[in-house]
């Protein structure tokens, strides 16, 4: 069995850009900053900082553009894919990306008591309310999000769906 999900929570380091690609479709790209904190050798507080290139497509895009900024927290659930090109001069590149499968935003910065405003009641009910009889999304502490919780966005599932009793440890 292989499993490839990246799960991250951190700081937009620019903001969104959107684009479509020549089919129509929409994706939109940004970068996560994440924070280590840790103690090194000699005893002293340590802090690194790792930042993941994040692409979201579709109508998550959209919202992504539309709602996140520089700075602004957000959840990220995702995987790993790494892709290449050769430029003009014939020199190989690579990237490493987290493809956006599942987003939560964070709360707007300067906000007081909770995310109401960070997205219309109707965005909210639209990517809140239960799709084809699944169950609703789940918050970081695994309970079903009150309504007035930031929703959580999902994509179709394009792949079979891991059962945590497949996990091998």
Known sequence: MNLNKVII????????????????????SFSVATNRFFTDSLGQKQKQAEFHNIVAWGRQAEIINQYLKKGGIVLVEGRLQTRSWQDQQGVKHWKTEIIAEQIQLGPRSG???????????????????????????????????????????????????????DIPF
């Open 9 to 28: 929570a951190g700081n937009l380091t620019r903001d969104p850009e959107l684009r479509q690609i020549p089919s129509g479709q929409t994706v939109c």
């Open 111 to 165: 906000m007081s008591g909770g995310t109401d405003d960070a997205m219309p009641q109707t965005e909210r009910r639209n990517f809140s309310e239960n799709r084809g009889g699944q169950r609703p999304p789940m918050n970081m502490n695994n309970q079903a999000p009150r309504q007035d919780e930031t929703p959580v966005i999902e994509l179709p599932d394009e792949t079979e769906e891991v059962d945590v009793k």
